[in-house]
């Protein structure tokens, strides 16, 4: 089983947390992309990330003198969104290090798929970019199913905490017998399930805090997820989504 996330906007360096343990998978690719970024003028990159200058400016300069191969921060450290906080990494044990490095896998549109303790530096560049490259339809053009083939060389059943602008970079690319698993945590208005943006955040992370505490293998035993107030609902869910209501 493997777990797939989505990653952070936001991004620091931690050079002293835990070392590096390799380098991305996609590297060539990566490599590409920011041949292709490091091209495009400062009006072009802010509205390719539809943000402020002050955030413009930062990863504008981040481009000028960008090295994909020195001075890395492992990539779970490396992100800082709520998600992660929830995760809280940088107080894992060995055992729930190791256990994130082998099952947990985090989307992104620069470097396509990493492992936790693949060293990254800090980028912006989101999956659903309107990015111009060559033949390729934006990101999920250039990726294609080359991030479900990776995926696919080491498991047959992944479970999904990632967004939906990350989730269908891999699922629209698996074949039949794979299955694929949705997590969803939601609370129940006027009869209908409800998603709020950061609450599902705080409980993907906090969902993989309890898979890495609990060295969780099938996907199954993840219905005993019980934090933040969810609770799994059987008589809601079905063999391709597991839904966590959050209890009032």
Same mark, same amino acid.
Not at 51 to 75: S, Y
Not at 96 to 106: A, F, G, K, S
Not at 138 to 164: H, M, Q, V
């Given at each position: ?57 930062? /990863?504008?300069?981040?481009? +000028? ?17 709520? +998600? ?15 256990? @994130? ?58 479970? /999904? ?25 939601? +609370? ?33 035993? @993840? ?26």
């Amino acid at each position: 089983m493997r777990i797939i996330l989505s990653p952070a906007k936001k991004m620091n360096v931690d050079v002293d947390s835990f070392p590096c343990a390799g380098l991305p998978a996609f590297l060539p690719k990566t490599e590409a992309l920011l041949k292709r970024l490091q091209a495009m003028s400062y009006g072009e990159l802010k509205a390719l990330w539809r943000c402020n200058d002050q955030i413009a400016k930062l /990863n504008f300069e981040r481009l +000028q003198g960008m090295d994909l191969r020195h001075w890395l921060t492992p990539a779970i450290v490396s992100y800082e969104g709520i +998600q992660y906080q929830y995760m809280a990494p940088g107080v894992f044990t060995d055992g729930e290090l190791e256990y @994130v490095q082998t099952h947990l896998r985090i989307l992104s549109g620069f470097y396509g798929i990493l492992r936790p303790l693949d060293g990254v530096t800090p980028y912006r560049l989101e999956m659903q970019a309107k990015l111009d490259m060559g033949q390729a339809n934006g990101l999920y053009g250039f990726w294609g199913g080359s991030l479900a083939e990776k995926l696919l060389t080491e498991t047959d059943c992944i479970l /999904n905490l990632a967004s939906r602008e990350y989730s269908r970079s891999v699922s629209a690319h698996l074949p039949e017998h794979v299955r694929f698993i949705t997590c969803i945590f939601g +609370q129940k208005k006027d009869g209908r399930i409800v998603e709020k943006g950061t609450l599902c955040k705080m409980a993907r992370g906090e969902m993989v805090r309890f898979m890495a505490e609990n060295r969780i293998q099938t996907p199954e035993q @993840v219905q005993a997820f019980d934090r933040l107030g969810y609770r799994f609902r059987p008589e809601e869910s079905d063999t391709d989504t597991y839904l966590f209501l959050k209890e009032d």
